[in-house]
């Protein structure tokens, strides 16, 4: 849904952007910070 806000093309609903920025937050952050929900998307918990 993000993706879809930010990009009206389909060429990157198919990219991984989302999942490579949420790895890089994880590393950072710690990876218990952010819980992921399949099929509805992420949260960060503190």
Do not use: A, C, D
């Amino acid at each position: 849904m993000i993706e879809q806000q930010l990009w009206n093309n389909e060429e990157f609903i198919n990219s991984n952007v989302i999942p490579v920025t949420i790895y890089h937050l994880r590393k950072k952050i710690g990876k218990n910070q952010i819980k992921s929900f399949r099929g509805l998307g992420y949260k960060i918990e503190v």
